[in-house]
């Protein structure tokens, strides 16, 4: 074992490539005759055991951020969700789930039931019978929900559009006398910061139409987990519906619906069978009728889009 063993110097942590199967074979060699579980308890003796991947390094990122500027967003949308919230105006983070097919498919998780359910042994996408696209938007003062389920692409123009039916639905009966809306969002995605598309619809289908004032701040690359969204909202809908099979869009809609807290989170949801289109693209005369204002602050990642003058 001594040349098959590495291990961390600061923990003690210790690990070999070797299975026990393989070092019972190489013992029995040597003339020493034991099982592959004897192994598996010596090795426990000795501080091995079985392990698996730890996330904690951060991925090489093309241009990393200063950590300086990460922590600075940070703080800065600690501020603007803190002055928004005093003075009754809307929050919401909003982000995509990730895509579902529809059918007789496996999904993780565990659940009590007399008998296991049969799916799929295969996840072939041509056996779905569609995917759905989950857009969720979650207010932070209310802990309230809204889903849009897509059925086709996840588009800047689909992320705009579930906004949009949340404002349209919830939203303004929710803040009724509100002209200012604050979204927080991840860099990248339909909502990216560098995505135009995204700043164009925004501006068209949600500021302009409804008369807002709205304000997007990102949250530095590589922390979606740290987007409310995610453990305040995603997080209970995958509980909810885990080793359920999604047979269809309304086992969608009323798993969604269904999800609910201790803390009284409620959820809505809805279902938009419009086609969107894969790369659209916004010329600069379409981006120039944007009235946008960006932020000394990591302009990139804090900017505002007001509507024309009523």
Sequence with gaps: ?????????????????????????????AGIRVSANTVGRLLKNMDFSLRVNIKTLESGLRNPP???DRDLQFRYIRRQVTEHTTQGLPVISVDTKSRELIGFFH???????????KVLDHDFPSDAQGVAIP???????????????????????FAVDSIRAWWSRAGSKHYPNADHLLILADCGGSNGYRTRLWKQKLYTHLSEYFKLHVKICHYPPGSSKWNPIEHRMFSFISSNWAAQPLTDYETVLKYIRTTKTSAGLKIRSVLNTKHYQKGKKVSDDQFNEIALKRYTSRPNWNYSISPSKM
């Excluded at 098959?4 to 013992?27: H, N």
């Excluded at 999904?107 to 359910?117: E, F, L």
């Excluded at 979650?138 to 889903?147: I, K, P, S, T």
Aim: positive net charge.
């Design 107 to 117: 999904h993780s998780g565990r659940r009590w039931a007399q008998q296991p359910i």
């Design 1 to 29: 074992m001594e040349h098959e063993t590495a291990g961390d110097p600061v923990s003690g942590c210790k690990w070999t490539r070797k299975t026990t199967v393989k070092i019972a074979q190489q013992l029995k060699r």
């Design 66 to 68: 200063d950590p300086h």
């Design 135 to 157: 857009y969720g938007i979650y207010d932070l003062a209310r802990n309230e929900g809204f889903v849009c389920v897509g059925t086709t692409h996840d588009t800047s123009e």
